[in-house]
């Protein structure tokens, strides 16, 4: 059984995701929805969106020197 939940999302953010779907349906020629999006970024970045959370409400957290090293290694800095 696949149990699913709504997810409430503002009309902007809405459009934003949309509009990224739109991109890469014309990109790919693949139809991808704007749930296929958010779907997307919940699997493969929501430990990634946990570690920032944490970092930026507590900066002296572990986390926030993980979230760190990790945005610097990945801007390369």
Do not use: C, Q
């Not at 459009?15 to 958010?38: C, H, L, N, Q, S």
């Not at 969106?49 to 409400?57: E, H, N, S, Y």
Request: glycine content about 4%.
């Amino acid at each position: 059984m696949n149990k699913r939940k709504n997810l409430g999302v503002p009309a902007e953010t809405h459009m934003k995701i949309e509009r990224v779907a739109v991109e890469i349906t014309a990109k790919t020629g693949k139809v991808t929805k704007w749930t296929d999006v958010v779907n997307f970024m919940i699997e493969n970045y929501l430990n990634d969106t946990k570690l920032d959370m944490i970092a930026r409400l507590n900066p002296d957290s572990k986390e926030a020197f993980i979230a760190g090293a990790t945005f610097r290694e990945n801007k390369k800095i």
